[in-house]
């Protein structure tokens, strides 16, 4: 059911903050009626046997490293574990740094497209100059252990490289609660006890199973193909998107932002659509892109969803378009 995404600097504790709340929630979940339990699933690079130098980019060249294949072949990899239990009765803990914006945006979706609540818990483990210091503490087990030497206490969690864990650090996008994204955030600090993890922790599970939990809906953009009664499907897909396209270029400011507001249908009958614009003026290549990556979601296998008598209502394209626009510009802004 819901996602609980961790995020934090490398070596700033989240692996135990997740481990915490693996057993907090597989308690709460016991004491449940059976027939409302849930399953629990615990998804990290561990779990997944992803190493840590898929991250190292030091010998990547600058000019490649926003490609690094082997980074996004692990995100790919934890993608599809994620999706392969998320369901109405599965609970996934997603231990990681998930550092960038653009990643749990990504997640964000995944738990959304299956109308289930999802959360972003960040981890603040003291500090870089904390963090810092657990690594090169890690480092030193390794060297010890690599000598032959035996070493009490050990620390099973593997250290970053030096230069690795300062370009991670570097990357790292803090959430932003404004967002829809990094909503509701959870912080735990590095100080935080016993009784104020578990209060934390207690606010999650309400936010994500408790009665007060807010209602997902999925996107309403890809929804299932129809045929319009009056025209063809592709031809009025086309003709409604360069409209709405069109309107927009004709009413927005000059200095951009703020609402534009169309008509649902293009002979201007009743109802209203709102477009939500970024802080900036749209311009024609942004519009026509997004436009084109929206039909070509739509005129494949996904389409847009029959309305009424067989037929694709115009007021439900171009309601499910502006969707669309207002989840990209959200995303871009």
């Given at each position: 059911m819901p996602l609980i995404i961790i995020t934090g600097l490398p070596t700033s504790g989240k692996t135990h903050r997740a481990q915490q709340l693996q057993s907090?929630?597989?308690e709460r979940i016991a004491s449940l009626p059976p027939a409302q339990q849930y399953r629990l699933h615990y998804i990290s690079d561990q779990t997944l046997s992803i190493p840590r130098s898929v991250y190292d980019l030091s010998s990547v060249p600058a000019h490649a490293r926003s490609a690094?294949?082997?980074?996004?072949?692990?995100?790919?990899?934890?993608?599809?574990?994620?999706k392969r239990v998320l369901s109405p009765k599965d609970i996934v803990i997603l231990d990681g740094m998930n550092y960038i914006k653009g990643w749990r945006y990504q997640l964000f979706c995944e738990a959304k497209n299956v109308s289930t609540p999802s959360c972003l818990v960040q981890v603040a483990g003291g500090g870089r100059e904390r963090s810092r210091e657990v690594n090169e503490k890690r480092l030193r087990r390794r060297e010890a252990r690599e000598r032959g030497e035996v070493v009490e206490g050990e620390d099973e969690e593997e250290p970053y490289e030096p230069g690795n864990w300062e370009n991670l650090v570097f990357r790292y996008e803090e959430?932003?609660?404004?967002?829809?994204?990094?909503s509701p955030l959870f912080l735990l600090l590095w100080e935080d006890e016993e009784a104020r993890t578990r209060e934390v922790f207690a606010q999650i599970w309400e936010s994500i199973c408790g009665e007060g939990r807010k209602v997902v809906r999925p996107n309403q953009a890809a929804m299932q193909r129809g045929k319009e009664g009056g025209g063809d499907y592709l031809y009025v897909l086309e003709k409604e998107t360069q409209d709405i396209v069109k309107r927009i270029l004709e009413m927005q400011s000059e200095e951009g932002g703020g609402e534009v507001r169309l008509s649902r249908d293009s002979d201007g009958g009743e109802g209203e659509l709102v477009v939500e614009l970024p802080g900036r003026k749209v311009g024609l290549p942004q519009l026509q892109r997004y436009r084109r990556a929206f039909v070509a979601l739509n005129r494949g296998g996904i389409g847009l969803e029959a309305m009424g008598k067989g037929g694709l209502g115009?007021?439900?394209?171009?309601?499910?378009?502006?969707?669309y626009l207002n989840d990209a510009f959200e995303k871009d802004s």
């Amino acid at each position: 059911m819901p996602l609980i995404i961790i995020t934090g600097l490398p070596t700033s504790g989240k692996t135990h903050r997740a481990q915490q709340l693996q057993s907090y929630l597989s308690e709460r979940i016991a004491s449940l009626p059976p027939a409302q339990q849930y399953r629990l699933h615990y998804i990290s690079d561990q779990t997944l046997s992803i190493p840590r130098s898929v991250y190292d980019l030091s010998s990547v060249p600058a000019h490649a490293r926003s490609a690094n294949s082997s980074e996004k072949d692990a995100r790919a990899k934890i993608s599809g574990a994620v999706k392969r239990v998320l369901s109405p009765k599965d609970i996934v803990i997603l231990d990681g740094m998930n550092y960038i914006k653009g990643w749990r945006y990504q997640l964000f979706c995944e738990a959304k497209n299956v109308s289930t609540p999802s959360c972003l818990v960040q981890v603040a483990g003291g500090g870089r100059e904390r963090s810092r210091e657990v690594n090169e503490k890690r480092l030193r087990r390794r060297e010890a252990r690599e000598r032959g030497e035996v070493v009490e206490g050990e620390d099973e969690e593997e250290p970053y490289e030096p230069g690795n864990w300062e370009n991670l650090v570097f990357r790292y996008e803090e959430p932003n609660p404004m967002t829809r994204w990094d909503s509701p955030l959870f912080l735990l600090l590095w100080e935080d006890e016993e009784a104020r993890t578990r209060e934390v922790f207690a606010q999650i599970w309400e936010s994500i199973c408790g009665e007060g939990r807010k209602v997902v809906r999925p996107n309403q953009a890809a929804m299932q193909r129809g045929k319009e009664g009056g025209g063809d499907y592709l031809y009025v897909l086309e003709k409604e998107t360069q409209d709405i396209v069109k309107r927009i270029l004709e009413m927005q400011s000059e200095e951009g932002g703020g609402e534009v507001r169309l008509s649902r249908d293009s002979d201007g009958g009743e109802g209203e659509l709102v477009v939500e614009l970024p802080g900036r003026k749209v311009g024609l290549p942004q519009l026509q892109r997004y436009r084109r990556a929206f039909v070509a979601l739509n005129r494949g296998g996904i389409g847009l969803e029959a309305m009424g008598k067989g037929g694709l209502g115009t007021g439900r394209l171009r309601e499910s378009f502006v969707g669309y626009l207002n989840d990209a510009f959200e995303k871009d802004s």
